[in-house]
């Protein structure tokens, strides 16, 4: 049976705020939609700007422990969207079964990327350079914020989303992530082996300054050797601001129509696999039974 729910997995820099069309786009058609913030960051944006130690040391684990309690309370396995480090959430809540399908949006690396345009070390390293920030909350100044999400609009524009949307980045989830290939029990491992998981969509921008499709096309080779479904979509003209800027729609809904062809190829499968084994129960039932002449 299909899924009635989507949760919304906002990422760094970010509120769920940030998916608010597409939590009314997906309710217009009939979902129920959740968009939980990360743990610690419950309050509006003001608060959050004016006072970030409340989630300056979120890790990655503990985002994702936050989102499975969610998952775990739905009467039915959610589809799962996630944006940037929401996508990495995605990848690792699928790893744990859960989900009927996952959409990782820009997806921070997982472990085993080790992919580094230039366009992502110039967003990254002025986060990264002072260790100090590995336990604060970091905001991009409107200069940043511009070139890593909205750089092919004018100064203007990215300032009306910045104003809107942007809040301070938990840098620890930043330094979990670039130094994830040298840490052995890095927590944004996923098993990429695993075969019984659920469907995973990979969508990249072709503008993307912080997550560029090289990045994108890395992790999802990752997944070669495993037999689940993985595919890669690549949207022409999109930066980081993917779910937010202009023709977000095309996204929202190729994301969404994705996951209902997975859901309704798994269903049909089911039921192929129940007609065979009714079939080999009848024939089980008919060979049982033989009359004495």
């Not at 499975?68 to 480090?85: D, K, R, T």
């Not at 100090?132 to 200069?143: D, I, Y």
């Not at 049909?268 to 039932?285: F, H, S, Y």
């Amino acid at each position: 049976m299909t899924t009635n729910n989507i949760v919304l997995v906002h990422g760094l820099w970010m509120t769920p705020l940030s998916w608010e069309y597409w939590a009314h786009h997906y309710t217009e058609r009939g979902y129920s939609v959740y968009a939980p913030s990360w743990p610690g960051m419950e309050r509006d944006i003001r608060a959050l700007r004016r006072q970030p130690e409340s989630f300056a040391n979120v890790g990655i684990r503990q985002i994702v422990d936050h989102y499975e309690q969610l998952v775990l309370e739905l009467e039915s396995p959610p589809i799962l969207i996630g944006h940037c480090f929401g996508g990495l959430v995605v990848q690792e809540l699928l790893d744990r079964g859960l989900g009927a399908c996952g959409v990782a949006i820009a997806s921070a690396p997982i472990k085993g990327v080790w992919t580094l345009p230039y366009s992502t070390m110039r967003v990254v390293t002025p986060q990264l350079i002072n260790p100090r920030n590995n336990h604060r909350a970091v905001p991009l100044t409107p200069a940043q914020f511009h070139y890593a999400f909205m750089h092919t609009e004018s100064k203007e524009e990215s300032f009306r989303i910045y104003q809107r949307y942007a809040v301070p980045g938990a840098d620890h989830v930043l330094f979990q992530t670039e130094l994830a290939n040298f840490n052995p029990f890095a927590e944004s491992a996923v098993n990429v082996r695993r075969n019984n998981r659920a469907p995973l969509l990979l969508v990249a921008g072709a503008e993307d300054h912080v997550i560029p499709p090289r990045i994108v096309k890395s992790n999802h080779k990752l997944y070669r050797h495993s037999s689940a479904v993985t595919e890669y979509k690549e949207f022409p003209d999109r930066t980081h601001f993917i779910i937010g800027q202009s023709g977000w729609q095309e996204v929202a809904n190729y994301a969404l129509d994705w996951c209902r062809d997975q859901e309704l190829m798994i269903e049909r499968e089911q039921k192929r696999i129940a007609r065979q084994v009714r079939m080999v129960q009848d024939r089980g039932r008919g060979g049982g039974t033989r009359q004495v002449a």
